[in-house]
């Protein structure tokens, strides 16, 4: 069953950067959307961008896009999430999700079967 495997989480002050890192870890098939989520302390998990692979579309958070950017490389079979200007309230767990959707763009929990463990993400003022 795919596996996937966040990393590059840690403590950073109010505008500092940080990128996150996710690789998929064995598995039949190949998923058409992956994306990043977010659960904040004490609150359920928010999407925060989505991307469409065979079409290297992406999809944002309206609140973040400016800040955050989803990429993926292909020959190194990675996802990323960069993270600018954070703020204290980017503070949460960060996941990774993908599946094969019919609706990449929704930005929906629900849409992805796949999840990663997350990586903790802490910004301090």
């Known amino acids: 069953q795919l596996q996937l495997v966040e990393s590059g989480g840690g403590a950073v002050r109010t505008g500092g950067s940080l990128t996150l890192s996710c690789v998929p870890v064995?598995?039949?098939?190949?998923?058409?959307?992956m994306g990043w989520f977010r659960r904040l302390p004490g609150k359920g998990r928010e999407g925060v961008a989505t991307?469409?692979?065979?079409?290297?579309?992406?999809y944002y958070d309206h609140t973040l896009k400016d800040r955050f950017t989803i990429s993926r490389d292909s020959s190194k079979n990675t996802l990323y999430l960069q993270m600018n200007n954070l703020q204290p309230e980017d503070t949460a767990t960060y996941s990774c999700?993908?599946?094969?959707?019919?609706?990449?763009?929704?930005?929906?929990?629900?849409?992805?079967?796949?999840w990663g463990q997350g990586t903790q993400v802490t910004v301090s003022s």
């Open positions: 064995g598995g039949a098939g190949r998923a058409n959307c």
């Open positions: 991307i469409w692979i065979d079409r290297n579309m992406t």
């Open positions: 999700a993908a599946g094969s959707l019919s609706h990449c763009g929704r930005l929906w929990p629900g849409d992805f079967p796949f």
